[in-house]
């Protein structure tokens, strides 16, 4: 039996779901770019379904794979107990449309997908960085993006910059 | 000669001050920062910067085994360690499709529940103490000790505990274990009333907190708030009671709300908490089913001590197992539990590998703090730090 969230998605928007998975009991379903808005704002306002809370927007780095990011949305609906995650693959210097219109939560997580992972946000209110410095270059959640290690500095080795080991 | 007095009233110009509350601040539970825009009292704008704790934890992650992940986890919400490994564990055990064995459920909620009392003391220690209560500092801080001492007994550390293990627990329980936990059953309604005798029927605190920071239900899922505000607000939602996990279904316990939604209702609402976990946790510690600590599954799980020693194959295991680590299958899982801060979820991808891909942590704290300028706008400054307080944010959690 298919799962009635997926039905109702499929009825209302047919060309726009490019792939559907389903893992241990979780639903997953990749939709199209540019209808993200539209798509977020059928599962928020449809009675049957009722997706009020976003539970969680983060952003995945596949290095190798075109499109190279995937960003990820968690909904949960707290009258109705369902829960779903839609996907969008974007391509490293495409941006995404923001859908804090749809959800205020997203304002904070998108914040933090710009900061560690490089992805812009179309139409977001105040869209910079959030947990690094707003001087920091680059975006370390990327996985080109090295684990660095670096020298602690004690009295016999100050008068030298810092070793730094990947 | 009389003065001229003018019947028009001069206009005089005005401009907004911008206030730092800056990262080191008493009251503002760590290093946080919130720039406050006033215009007299009254706060016009309030922006929280965070990012003062960041230390990278996702990527660190990322390149270590799944067991090594686990004391990572701990040090996120610091005040509540056990209800962190707990999450990450449960995430990860659904990725390999096992289970704990029963007396592993059951200690890990009796666990899991004491650390949430153990947050909520905290808490509620900090907040009175910022409010102008300090004695309620020092009072909470004397119960969390009888709790600490549990957890040393049980894992060796006070508080990053990292007592739970793929599959179930890393030791037995202690012999020790039970007269502990129930001491602190019997003594512990008692200090709970006394609270409430020093501070709900207080007129100053009243004061303070009724009626500051509101927050409807509607806005507080729309900002994604989840926890003891959310229920504050009035909505009555508990993934302990929604989507049960690690056994929650075979326990009683009444979820408590509020009705307004201000800092008073959270107080009230976090008390009742603390009793109902009081509950729960003298119905697991009455039921602990006999068993083993830990699913013996012989590719994720380490064997036992007597085994590895006297046999050549748990010897390989037990060495394979710490050394590499174990490969999941390919796959992505989201798990979510209540931590005392709100909806704690980990995501992991994996990729097959004996690392995780990816993991995100789903920081309660984080989504809550983001609801403050809501909370606070319009409001005088005395208010922002009663705020502050009672949405009950751990900036090891907020930054990661």
């Given at each position: 039996m298919e799962n009635p969230i997926l039905t109702k998605l499929k009825e209302k928007f047919p060309e726009t779901i490019l792939e559907i998975a389903e893992f241990r009991g979780e639903l997953t379903i990749v939709v199209k770019r540019e209808d993200i808005i539209p798509v977020c704002t059928f599962l928020r306002d449809e009675p049957e379904l009722?997706?009020?809370?976003?539970s969680d927007l983060t952003g995945v780095d596949y290095l190798g794979r075109k499109p190279r990011f995937d960003v990820v949305y968690h909904l949960y609906s707290i009258d109705r107990n369902h829960r779903l995650r839609l996907k969008v693959k974007v391509e490293e210097d495409e941006s995404v449309p923001s859908v804090t219109s749809v959800w205020n939560t997203a304002n904070w997580f998108e914040r933090e997908v710009f900061d560690l992972l490089g992805i812009r946000f179309d139409n977001h209110p105040d869209l910079r960085r959030i947990?690094?410095?707003?001087?920091?270059?680059?975006?370390?959640?990327?996985?080109?993006f090295p684990l660095t290690r670096e020298e602690v500095m004690f009295t016999h080795n100050k008068n030298r910059p810092p070793k730094i080991t990947e | 000669m009389k003065p001229q007095v003018s019947n028009r009233i001069e206009r005089i110009d005005t401009h907004t001050m911008i206030l730092n509350m800056g990262p080191q601040h008493p009251a503002t539970h760590g290093v946080l920062r919130v720039i406050l825009e006033l215009d007299g009292e009254t706060v016009v704008k309030a922006t929280p910067d965070i990012g003062y704790l960041h230390t990278g934890i996702e990527k660190t992650m990322e390149s270590k085994t799944y067991a090594q992940v686990i004391p990572l986890t701990d040090r996120m919400d610091y005040v509540a360690s056990l209800s962190n490994n707990l999450a990450y564990l449960l995430a990860v055990e659904r990725l390999l499709d096992i289970q704990a064995p029963p007396k592993a459920q059951f200690v890990r909620v009796l666990l899991t529940e004491l650390t949430r009392i153990a947050s909520h003391l905290v808490w509620v220690g900090s907040h009175a103490h910022d409010i102008g209560a300090m004695s309620m500092l020092l009072y909470a801080f004397r119960e969390r000790e009888k709790l600490l001492d549990i957890f040393e007994l049980v894992s060796g550390q006070r508080m990053m505990t990292s007592y739970f293990r793929i599959g179930g627990l890393a030791q037995d329980v202690p012999d020790g274990f039970e007269p502990k936990v129930k001491e602190v059953l019997d003594t512990f309604p008692d200090r709970i009333n006394d609270y409430e005798n020093l501070l709900t029927k207080n007129r100053i605190w009243l004061n303070r907190?009724?009626?500051?920071g509101k927050i409807s239900a509607r806005d507080a899922i729309d900002w994604g708030v989840s926890g003891p505000i959310l229920r504050g607000s009035g909505v009555s939602w508990d993934i302990r009671k929604s989507n049960p996990y690690?056994?929650?279904?075979k326990f009683n316990f009444d979820i408590p709300t509020g009705k307004n939604g201000d800092v008073y209702d959270r107080y009230l609402v976090r008390l009742e908490e603390m009793r109902q976990s009081l509950r729960i946790v003298g119905q697991a510690l009455d039921g602990i089913p006999e068993g083993d600590f830990v699913a013996r599954i012989p590719g994720v799980v380490l064997p036992p001590k007597e085994e590895v020693l006297s046999n050549i194959e748990a010897l390989i295991f037990q060495f394979k197992l710490v050394v590499e680590g174990f490969s999941p299958p390919v796959g992505e899982v989201y798990h979510s539990i209540e931590s005392p801060k709100g909806k704690l979820g980990y995501y992991i991808v994996s990729d097959g590998s004996n690392k995780p891909y990816r993991v995100r942590v789903r920081p309660p704290c984080f989504v809550n703090l983001s609801a403050l300028p809501k909370m606070i706008e319009g409001r005088l400054i005395a208010d922002v730090v009663a705020v502050i307080g009672s949405i009950d944010i751990v900036l090891g959690e907020v930054d990661r």
């Open positions: 009722s997706f009020n809370f976003l947990v690094l410095p707003e001087d920091w270059e680059g975006h370390p959640l990327r996985k080109d | 907190t009724v009626g500051v690690s056994g929650y279904d």
